[in-house]
């Protein structure tokens, strides 16, 4: 079985937010960069139980510049076999599907896995339209997934519950909360993960349907009314007459 | 030309998060001297007047059982034919999970610059299209621009009121061709939380963490929630120790809420949960730590004893629903 694993960089999610150049861009000063939480976490980690107990290989690929690859060794570190970075900055999804969609082409993988979302633009759409530009099925925020020869069985979040769907290969997914354990790379893995191969190759022309122009912060709320314990009661008249949500 | 709008039952009802869509289009529509257009795919017996009361002028109906309305593939094959035949170039979605799954694959499929979870109405400016979401979970907004002709947009939920005050329109019944529908994906089993009301379209939330305790605590939780007509939530350690459904987990990993009013006890407000639920429009914090961070992030904080103000909040409740009769 051949596993292909998405994977993106993303802020630590406890770095402070803030923009330069006129707010149009992201200031990385004094951010620390890690492998985007639902890519590792679960991507990855069930992509590596897949391999282990069923045979097979797990590549990953990710589309960023020479900073990405500290983030592609860690997914060696856990046990990716090998990795693709293509070297292109992933400013708009459509331009990152169309580059992974075109190496995967050539890959005949049986699997393909994102994560839920990047957790710094939070698009979740990446897997769809690489599941459309490889005209392959496509299961969203999967929670469970298990193979027995080459049908894939898929749980999956839809609105108001669960669904349970069987596929047969090739497929794509992306990977929510409940498909794997963390994983802690080991001190072997991480040695070992110095001589896995790391093919880097360049772009192909694809077009870039959107663009970020500015950012804004957020503003956070500017007084919180504290309103004491005894008096809990009053808090309902409040909602009621001043924040008009009840 | 008109922009399309996808849209959706549950419960015998037009979901309202398509109904803000819907309203979202017609906006679009008025500013560009276009029209919306509503999709719908085996209604069943639901009445489809609120479509037009929307906004939508035009109400197409996909009555088709053959139809597996579980695959995104075959509803972006459906979505881009109808696109095709009525000229199409915006099609507006509301972000709920179908939309995860089918929008980005139709944009890809009509080439269209996608914006998902778009917070404002588009800035429209003779060829320009920009319009905002949110990023870093919250944290900041972005201006997207989109390059494309064709465009496809989907509608954080909750972001925008809804209105019904138009006319309804009669629906049309629209055929698909049936090699459009060809799935290779078999639905083994459907399980649907019955009853609750759905976490993303609440617009009353009441949410519990660590601080209750145990699961045996959540009885006056989930009263607080009853009396208001609120659904429950919960954090992230509450739902991993499976004193509460994995489906109520709000934040960075769990889903993203925005209701009106955000109720949250015994939670410390930690920047991963808040990132599921700081869109929300009025936060309640009630802890018992007055150091607790999430007092920074709330309109109305009450310092005290979630076994003592929990149940004075019900009584409160109770008194004032019955002020209202
Ligand atoms: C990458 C990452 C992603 C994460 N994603 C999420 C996520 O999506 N959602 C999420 O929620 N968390 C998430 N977390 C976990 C998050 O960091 C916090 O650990 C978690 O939110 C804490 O949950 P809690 O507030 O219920 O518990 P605690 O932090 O233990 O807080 C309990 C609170 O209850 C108060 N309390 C105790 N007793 C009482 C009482 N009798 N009355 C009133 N108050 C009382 C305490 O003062 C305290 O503030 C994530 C963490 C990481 C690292
Ligand atoms: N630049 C990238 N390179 C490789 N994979 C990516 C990249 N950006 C996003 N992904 C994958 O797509 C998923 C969803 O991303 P997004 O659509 O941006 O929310 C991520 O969890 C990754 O698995």
């Known amino acids: ?246 | 030309m008109s922009i399309l709008v996808y849209t959706e039952v549950s419960k015998g009802k037009i979901k309202k998060a398509s109904l803000e869509a819907v309203n979202y289009a017609a906006h679009i529509a008025s500013k560009t001297g276009t029209s919306a257009t509503a999709i719908i795919i085996n209604a069943g017996e639901t009445s489809l007047d609120d479509l037009g009361k929307a906004g939508a002028s035009k109400v197409l109906h996909i009555n088709n059982s053959a139809i597996n309305t579980s695959d995104s593939q075959v509803l972006t094959r459906i979505l881009n034919h109808v696109a095709d035949t009525e000229g199409a170039q915006m099609v507006i979605f509301s972000n709920d999970l179908t939309a995860k799954a089918v929008a980005p694959r139709l944009a890809a499929r009509m080439k269209a610059g996608f914006v998902p979870g778009a917070v404002d109405y588009p800035n429209i400016d003779g060829g320009s299209f920009s319009v905002n979401k949110n990023v870093f979970s919250g944290k900041a907004v972005a201006t997207y621009q989109v390059n494309s002709a064709k465009k496809v947009i989907s509608l954080l939920p909750n972001s925008f009121q809804v209105t019904t005050d138009g006319a309804a329109v009669a629906a049309a019944s629209f055929d698909v061709p049936a090699d459009l529908l060809v799935s290779r994906i078999k639905v083994k089993e459907v399980k649907r939380e019955s009853n609750e009301l759905s976490l993303p379209e609440a617009e009353l939330v009441v949410s519990a963490g660590r601080g209750m305790k145990g699961p045996e605590n959540w009885g006056m939780i989930e009263d607080l929630a009853k009396q208001l007509g609120a659904a429950t939530a919960c954090s992230r350690p509450v739902s991993d120790i499976g004193w509460r459904p994995h489906h109520e987990h709000v934040g960075q990993t769990g889903i993203a809420i925005r209701p009106n009013l955000y109720i949250a006890v015994g939670i410390s407000g930690a920047i991963q949960h808040l990132a599921g639920v700081n869109g929300s429009k009025t936060i309640v914090v009630i802890n018992k730590d007055p150091e607790a961070p999430f007092f920074k992030a709330a309109d109305y904080g009450i310092v005290g004893d979630a076994f003592e103000v929990v149940p004075k909040l019900i009584e409160a409740v109770k008194k004032f629903k019955a002020s209202q009769n």
Not at chain 1, 16 to 45: G, M, R, S
Not at chain 1, 91 to 116: M, N, P, S
Not at chain 1, 152 to 161: F, H, L, N, Q, R
């Open chain 1, 1 to 246: 079985m051949k596993i292909l694993v998405c994977i993106s960089k993303a802020p630590d999610t406890t770095a402070k937010i803030a923009f330069k150049d006129n707010n149009t861009a992201f200031d990385e000063n004094n951010v620390q960069y890690i492998v985007n939480p639902y890519d590792e976490w679960y991507a990855l980690v069930r992509a590596l139980e897949l391999k282990e107990t069923l045979g097979g290989t797990v590549t990953t690929i990710s589309v960023g510049g020479a900073d990405m690859e500290a983030i592609i060794r860690k997914a060696f570190a856990i046990g990716a076999d090998d990795g693709v970075r293509i070297d292109g900055e992933p400013t708009d999804t459509y331009f990152v599907a169309a580059q992974i969609a075109a190496y995967a082409k050539q890959g005949a993988f049986d699997i393909i896995l994102a994560g839920k979302e990047t957790i710094n633009y939070n698009g979740s759409s990446l897997g769809g339209m690489l599941a459309e530009l490889l005209d392959m099925p496509y299961i969203s925020m999967a929670t469970k997934l298990d193979v027995a020869g080459s049908t894939a069985t898929v749980e999956c979040d839809i609105d108001g519950g669960t669904e349970v769907i069987e596929c047969d290969f090739p497929l794509v997914l992306s990977a929510a909360k409940g498909m794997a354990e963390v994983r802690i790379p080991n001190m072997r893995g991480i040695m070992a993960a110095r001589t896995k191969v790391l093919n880097v190759i360049p772009v192909i022309a694809a077009d870039k349907l959107t663009e970020v122009k500015s950012y804004t912060l957020s503003q956070g709320r500017t007084t919180c009314k504290m309103i004491d314990a005894e008096n809990a009661a009053s808090l309902i008249e409040m909602l009621h007459n001043e924040a008009k949500v009840i």
